[in-house]
């Protein structure tokens, strides 16, 4: 599935991933291929993604993030962020 997430000032990522798993207002979740359609906001948490290399290697990457929107909708992913924590 196709993942973007944009905050106001920048792009921060925008590729194919396996899955990703966010910081929900109620408590966390987690999106795979071919999930149901869904919106829902994003409290202060940790959003992550994992990708699968050619080669079989997993990779996850960890951002943290403070509040926002996610958008699934035929296996693209948009997250419209308020900020991106530093680490």
């Given at each position: 599935?196709?993942?973007?997430?944009?905050?106001?000032?920048?792009?921060?990522?925008?590729?194919?991933?396996?899955?990703?798993?966010?910081?929900?207002?109620?408590?966390?979740?987690q999106i795979l291929n071919n999930h149901a359609p869904l919106?829902?906001?994003?409290?202060?948490?940790?959003?992550?993604?994992?990708?699968?290399?050619?080669?079989?290697?997993?990779?996850?990457?960890?951002?943290?993030?403070?509040?926002?929107?996610?958008?699934?909708?035929?296996?693209?992913?948009?997250?419209?962020?308020?900020?991106?924590?530093?680490?």
């Open positions: 599935m196709f993942l973007e997430i944009i905050t106001p000032d920048e792009k921060v990522f925008e590729g194919e991933v396996d899955s990703a798993t966010f910081p929900g207002s109620d408590g966390s979740f919106i829902s906001t994003l409290g202060h948490g940790e959003l992550k993604y994992k990708i699968t290399s050619k080669d079989k290697k997993t990779t996850e990457t960890i951002i943290d993030v403070d509040g926002g929107v996610v958008e699934v909708l035929n296996n693209r992913v948009i997250v419209l962020a308020e900020k991106i924590l530093a680490d």
